[in-house]
Nanobody, 120 residues
Framework: QVQLVESGGGLVQPGGSLRLSCAAS????????MGWYRQAPGKQRELVARITSGSSTNYADSVKGRFTISRDNAKNTMYLQMNSLKSEDTAVYYC??????????????WGQGTQVTVSS
């Protein structure tokens, strides 16, 4: 089994910054792509950014130029640096990872989510 634990959420003023972390632990042979998703009240969960094992990235148009996704493969950890935050970035942010636990087992995992609130 694999666990994903997010941290770094909180309350920040518009224009401020936060850095989210997602640490993976458990039965891990390799982690393929990882990603951040978010879900605002009354809305569907949406992709924020994804990063491959080779560190290729893609972003939602709404966060391009403001958010940066990165990963430390040695630590099985992914980050999301969020700058110039806006009220519309308020949501629960979820970590996602595509993980091989063995050569026969590959699954998709989700973290429990961390709340980000952008408000004055």
């Amino acid at each position: 089994q694999v666990q994903l634990v997010e941290s770094g959420g909180g309350l920040v003023q518009p224009g401020g910054s936060l850095r989210l972390s997602c640490a993976a632990s458990g039965s891990i042979l390799s982690i393929h792509s990882m990603g951040w998703y978010r879900q605002a009240p009354g809305k569907q969960r949406e992709l924020v950014a994804r990063i491959t094992s080779g560190s290729s990235t893609n972003y939602a148009d709404s966060v391009k130029g403001r958010f940066t996704i990165s990963r430390d493969n040695a630590k099985n950890t992914m980050y999301l640096q969020m700058n110039s935050l806006k009220s519309e970035d308020t949501a629960v942010y979820y970590c996602n990872a595509d993980v091989s636990s063995s050569i026969w087992r590959r699954n998709d995992y989700w973290g429990q989510g961390t709340q980000v609130t952008v408000s004055s």
